[in-house]
Each structure stands twice: as structure tokens, then as C-alpha cells.
């Protein structure tokens, strides 16, 4: 019973994925459509993360209040009626209108989930789930190039994917009673209790401290802001990138850009193997220098093959990055925080996905989109320093711990 709702949850990761990567895919034809500016898809996206911040910030109060297969439900079929929404909007306005319900319907069901996963289930768990998410984030470049190349219709890639999303949310529909049968055999033990559960920051006096004033927080959360931010900005100007200065056409370009996200769902199917022999830590420290050396590649003036190539390094550097952070979570802050600060962590990574994207855009509306690699490569840049300056911070904190037990133990 608990593997089936473990691939429920995989299939409702699938249904979280395949909406993120369409509007940066499609936003070319889409701009000549509407006779929009470049940075609009930065509003529409700013309009779609808020959403998400918003309803990941309520999250923990809507979990507890109506349970987590029942927001599943909701959010899924929330961001199908949005979907159809964007293949009938007939202007910019009713677009912005439709991307309000697609982003709320992300947020709670991605905290949950996420937490759930986190604290029931193992390391390898946590990057399987969010390959499926890769899935979704891959197929949907794919659905839309094709509709794009074919009929030159980015209503009809949007009308296809809504459809997707209403069978997913069928299946959610029929399968809601599973979840309350698992939460009633909840006593029984999904993974083995670690030795210390309450986290490496964990100190008895710091027992009712808030969750932001745990030493490591604000820089995990930093982590979480660059990351998203450098997912989501190469998913929505990584095709205006190749279109405008690598010369691509749209249909190649978007076939690119899904390798991106293959790239993403491939790495993130093979970290769930390599996490039975390696640390989350050194994972996501692999991973960050694999990304960072794959976006060297996009700005150095080489053919458009490497560009190619610099899109599936990055995709494959981020792969690990994400999940193990999550999964690291209780690890790091003990899991009687972990469900509050998970809440934070995926605020701030859409508050990333909110302000990053629309900030370039806005820099290469008034300058070039050339500066796309070189923002992507800073971001990086940023986000392996926050982690590793986190990483020494745990090393000395488990050290004293470790010297402290010894001592008592004496």
C-alpha cells in the first residue's frame, strides 16, 4: 500500500512538472502572437511563482486543515483549468489572469509532498520523485515544440497538456481513499530512526528557538534562492537565447531546452543510485561544479554544438542539487523543525523563480540577451559559495557534537 501511494505521489510529481517549462518554450511565438515586449513572460512568470509563494507559505495550516492527498487533488486540477485557460486567453491580461491559479496550484502540494518524502522515505526516494518531476518538465518541451513545428500553434501544445493534467487529476480523484487508508497505518515505520534525529544545529537550550534563528538556515535558504533561480531562468530565456543569438529556429530551440530538462530527469535517476554510496553533501557539491563548468560553455564563443552541450551540463549539474537539499533538511535541522523550515526553503526558491527570471529580462530588454550565460554562470557561482560556507558550518557544529558525546561519555 505504501509503494502505491509512493507512486501516486511520483505521478502527482509529474503533473507539477509539466506546466514549469511551456511558457519559455512557447513565449517566442507567443511575443509575435501578442505584439508583447520581451520581458512580459518575466510578469507572467513573476505572476506564477507569486502564486506559489503564497500558497507554499500557507501550506503547512492547508496540509494539516485538509490533508495532503486532498490538496494534491485540488492543485492538480487547479493548474489543468489554468492550462485550458492559456489556450483560449485572448490577450495578455487574461493571460496573467490564468497564471495566478496555475501557481497556487503548486505551492502546498510541493511542500507537503516534499516533506513527506523527506522525513518518510530514504535519499534515493527524494531524487526519483523529483525525476519524475523532470518527467513532466521534459515532456512538456517536447508536446509544445511539436505542436509549434506542426501547426505553428502554441493554444493547441497548452490544450494538450491541460488534457494530461485532467487524466492525472482522474487518477488523484479515484485513488483519495488510499491516502487516508496509509495515514491510518501511519504507526508503522517507513524507514529506520537515525541515531540523532534532532539535527546537526540541535541543542537542547535552542529547544523552542524559531526556525529562522537556527544557525544554517538563512544560508540553506540562500541555496534554495540561486537554485531555482538558475533552473527557471534557463527555462524560460534558454530558447530566446538560441532563437536570438545562436540563430536556432523556435522548434530546434525548444527541442534544446527539453534536453535541458531530459538532462535534469536523467541526472536525478541516476543520483538515486549514487546516493547508497555517496553523502547528499557531496552531491550537491558535484553537482554545483558540473553546472557552474556548463555554463562556461554557453558563453564562450564556441559553435552552437556546445551550446547544446552546455544546456544538458547544466541540466545534469542541477539534477542532485534540489533533492538532496531537501532530503537534507531534517539531517541538517532536526525534524521537529523540518516541516516549518521545508515551508521556508520552497517560499524562498519560488520567491528565486519569482525575481530572477524577470530580472534578466528586464537587463536584456534594455541591453542584449547575450548576458543570458554569464547571469546563469554568477548564480552558480552564488550558490556553491552559500553552500560551502553551510558545509563548514556542519563539519565544526558535528565536530563539537561528536567531542561532546565523547566527553560524556567519560
Known amino acids: 500500500m505504501t509503494t502505491f501511494l509512493l507512486v501516486i505521489i511520483y505521478l502527482a510529481f509529474i503533473s507539477l512538472g509539466l506546466p514549469d517549462s511551456l511558457l519559455g518554450v512557447a513565449w517566442p511565438v507567443m511575443q509575435s502572437d501578442y505584439g508583447a515586449p520581451l520581458e512580459t513572460a518575466g510578469l507572467l512568470f513573476m505572476t506564477i511563482a507569486g502564486g506559489t509563494i503564497f500558497s507554499s507559505l500557507a501550506s503547512g495550516m492547508v496540509l494539516k486543515r485538509f490533508g495532503t492527498g486532498n490538496v494534491t487533488f485540488i492543485s492538480c486540477l487547479l493548474t489543468a483549468g489554468a492550462l485550458l485557460g492559456f489556450h483560449f486567453a485572448p490577450s495578455l491580461v ?23 518524502v523527506a522525513t518518510q522515505y530514504k535519499a534515493h526516494h527524494m531524487s526519483w520523485l523529483h525525476c519524475f518531476w523532470g518527467v513532466g518538465a521534459t515532456f512538456g518541451p517536447i508536446i509544445m515544440a511539436q505542436f509549434i513545428s ?22 488523484l480523484l479515484f485513488t483519495l481513499p488510499l491516502w487516508n487508508r496509509v495515514k491510518k497505518n501511519s504507526n508503522i515505520t517507513i524507514i529506520e530512526e537515525p541515531e540523532d534525529s534532532k539535527g546537526v544545529f540541535y541543542n537542547e537550550d535552542a529547544k523552542h528557538v524559531k526556525p529562522l534563528q537556527i544557525k544554517g538556515v538563512k544560508l540553506a535558504l540562500i541555496s534554495f534562492l540561486f537554485y ?114 521545508m515551508g521556508y526553503q520552497m517560499a524562498v526558491a519560488y520567491t528565486g523563480s519569482t525575481f530572477i527570471p524577470p530580472l534578466l529580462g528586464f537587463i536584456a530588454s534594455h541591453s542584449t540577451i547575450g548576458i543570458f550565460p554569464f547571469c546563469i554562470a554568477v548564480f552558480v557561482a552564488a550558490m556553491l559559495l552559500s553552500s560551502e560556507k553551510l558545509n563548514t558550518l556542519l563539519t565544526k557544529k558535528d565536530l563539537l557534537k561528536r567531542k561532546d558525546k565523547s566527553s560524556k561519555a567519560f
Open 94 to 116: 487574461w493571460l496573467i489572469v490564468c497564471a495566478i491559479p496555475l501557481g497556487l496550484g503548486a505551492g502546498s502540494v510541493d511542500a507537503g509532498l516534499n516533506d513527506y
Open 228 to 341: 531555482c533561480g538558475v533552473e527557471s531562468t534557463v527555462g524560460l530565456w534558454g530558447s530566446s537565447f538560441l532563437v536570438n543569438v545562436k540563430e536556432l529556429p523556435v522548434a530546434v530551440a525548444a527541442q534544446w531546452v527539453s534536453l535541458y530538462y531530459a538532462g535534469i530527469t536523467m541526472g536525478r535517476f541516476i543520483t538515486g543510485f549514487i546516493t547508497f554510496k555517496m553523502s547528499n553533501r557531496t552531491l550537491i557539491r558535484m553537482g554545483q561544479i558540473i553546472a557552474l563548468a556548463g555554463a562556461t560553455l554557453l558563453f564562450l564563443p564556441l559553435p552552437s554544438t556546445f551550446s547544446l552541450v552546455g544546456f544538458i551540463m547544466v541540466g545534469l549539474g542541477l539534477a542532485p542539487i534540489f533533492p538532496c537539499m531537501l532530503h537534507d533538511t531534517p539531517t541538517r535541522f532536526g525534524k521537529e523543525h523540518s516541516q516549518t523550515i
Open 150 to 171: 506542426e501547426q505553428h500553434s502554441w493554444r493547441n501544445g497548452y490544450l494538450a497538456i491541460s488534457g494530461i493534467q485532467f487524466t492525472l487529476t482522474v487518477i
